[in-house]
């Protein structure tokens, strides 16, 4: 069955970086986009970022304004966020998500890790 | 950005009571329309898919319909387990977009 895992998770002071990890297993990665969704805490469900199945297309919220960098390594089944510039607004559970076609719907999402960005 | 409009943002109803939320685009997105629920602690689960098809195993009580503009998404008979928080999300466009949200509670 599918499974997403994140890991990399964790409290950063504003201003520095992260890199989130989301391992997938059982179904073929290499084949899928994926995104990123992101949830602050008490809040709604806000979409980060996307990467078309061979890494060559990727797409941003307004909001990243360059800081964010999503990549893959089909190699590894694992799809990597690269945080900079953490700002306090960013503090949020970050999900990965499997696209079911051109970034269209999810029906297979991670558990999510919860990053948050306080001095 | 399409911007989803969901109404209400939270809502008591009891068990049996038929539900009903409202999403609204601020563009003609056709039918490109999906409803998640959301459990407490819990990642998103996807419910309906293309305004009115439903998910797999996910129970016929839950229902969706709409194209265009404005979505409804209804569950006949609500149940204790329905509990949640349920989300509209649009993929007309990137960036993809996400309604605020309706939690539902059991009166």
């Known amino acids: 069955q599918v499974q997403l895992v994140e890991s990399g998770g964790g409290v950063v002071q504003p201003g520095r970086s992260l890199r989130l990890s989301c391992a997938a297993s059982?179904?073929?990665?290499?084949?899928?986009?994926m995104h990123w969704v992101r949830q602050a805490p008490g809040k709604g469900l806000e979409w980060v970022a996307v990467?078309?199945?061979?890494?060559?297309?990727?797409y941003y919220a307004d909001f990243v304004e360059g800081r964010f960098t999503i990549s893959r390594d089909n190699s590894k089944n694992t799809l990597y966020l690269q945080m900079n510039s953490l700002r306090a607004e960013d503090t949020a559970v970050y999900y990965c998500?499997?696209?079911?076609?051109?970034?269209?719907?999810?029906?297979?999402w991670g558990q999510g890790t919860l990053v948050t960005v306080s001095s | 950005d399409i911007q989803m409009t969901q109404s209400p943002s939270s809502l008591s109803a009891s068990v049996g009571d038929r539900v009903t939320i409202t999403c609204q685009a601020s563009?003609?997105?056709?039918?490109?329309l999906n409803w998640y629920q959301q459990k407490e602690g819990k990642a998103p689960k996807l419910l309906i898919y293309?305004?009115?098809n439903l998910d797999t195993g996910v129970p016929p009580r839950f229902s969706g319909s709409g194209s265009g503009t404005d979505f409804t998404f209804t569950i006949s008979s609500l149940q204790p387990e329905d509990i949640a928080t349920y989300y509209c999300?649009?993929?007309?466009?990137?960036?993809?977009?996400f309604g605020g949200g309706t939690k539902v509670e059991i009166k």
């Open positions: 998500a499997k696209d079911q076609y051109s970034s269209s719907y999810f029906q297979h």
């Open positions: 999300q649009q993929y007309d466009n990137l960036p993809l977009t």
């Open positions: 293309d305004a009115s």
């Open positions: 563009q003609d997105i056709s039918n490109y």
């Open positions: 990467i078309s199945y061979d890494g060559n297309k990727k």
């Open positions: 059982g179904f073929t990665f290499s084949s899928y986009g």
